[in-house]
């Protein structure tokens, strides 16, 4: 298959843990994403992270797509190399959108179709694991969630409290001066669409109080491993 050399990132051993690459496939437009071999973590660890994210990522892109959000189609898995072959949504990243000068209306009104999204997802038991506005793209009026290698299946309220959390973080590093505005809409989209959403967005404080006072003999270093 012909691959151009179109990295979005550049990878270095302690930076990306994919790198993405344009390409055609049959005529189609279509990205590789190749999960990259990270040196530092144990062979078998590095070799059954690379596995499972890709496995988790795929189900989930599908499982999406079933359930009426919005996902690049996916073509093709090699998971001996840890590849996706997917659709490429020529479009911008919603973090791009939303530091656009436009008015501050249109943007909560993104804002709001995300939590419908999100809640969306929710009402289906899939958790996306890495909710920023760097995984969502804009393209043509639509908008198509990427990157769930961190994600599952999950009817908790935790997880989904958890992912919630995920949003407000990003709202208030990323888009700190609407931050509350967008949180606001967020939840108001989310409300529409799951019942339970009390007790989600309850959790989801609580969550976040619990990460400002962790003591540091708490903290799950798990972490380190990924
Ligand atoms: N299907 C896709 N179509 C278009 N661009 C994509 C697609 N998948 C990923 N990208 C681009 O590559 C970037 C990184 O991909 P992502 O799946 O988010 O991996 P990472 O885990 O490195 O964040 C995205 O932010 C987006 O700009
Ligand atoms: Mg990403």
């Keep these: 298959m012909p691959v151009t050399t179109n990295f979005y990132q550049d990878y270095d051993e302690w930076g990306a843990e994919a790198i993405i690459v344009e390409g055609k496939w049959f005529g189609l437009e279509i ?3 190749i999960r ?3 040196g530092y973590r144990i062979k078998q ?4 992270l690379r596995q499972n994210r890709t496995i988790a990522e795929t189900r989930l892109l ?3 797509k079933k359930a009426g959000i919005k996902t690049p189609h996916v073509f093709e898995v090699d998971l001996e190399n840890h590849i996706i072959i997917m659709e490429n949504i ?3 990243k919603v973090k791009e959108v939303l530091s656009k000068e436009i008015f501050l209306d249109e943007k909560l009104n ?3 179709t995300i939590g419908e999204l999100v809640g969306k997802l929710h009402k289906n038991d899939i958790i996306h694991g890495d909710l920023t506005t760097s995984n969502i793209l804009f393209y043509e009026d639509n908008l198509y969630f990427i990157d769930f290698g961190l994600g599952k299946f999950s009817k908790t309220i935790e997880d989904k409290a958890v992912d ?3 949003m407000k973080k990003c709202f208030t590093s990323t888009h700190s001066e609407y931050s509350k505005e967008f949180f606001f809409a967020f939840q108001k989209g989310y409300k529409k669409i799951v019942s339970n959403s009390a007790s ?3 959790r989801t404080i609580k969550a976040e109080a619990r990460g400002r006072y962790l003591k540091e003999s708490d903290i799950n270093c798990d972490y380190l491993l990924s």
């Design 45 to 48: 660890i590095d070799e059954s």
């Design 110 to 112: 993104l804002v709001y």
């Design 31 to 33: 990205i590789k994403k």
């Design 164 to 166: 919630v959390l995920l």
């Design 200 to 202: 989600i967005l309850k």
């Design 62 to 64: 599908v499982a999406s």
């Design 90 to 92: 020529k479009g911008e």
């Design 36 to 38: 990259v071999s990270k």
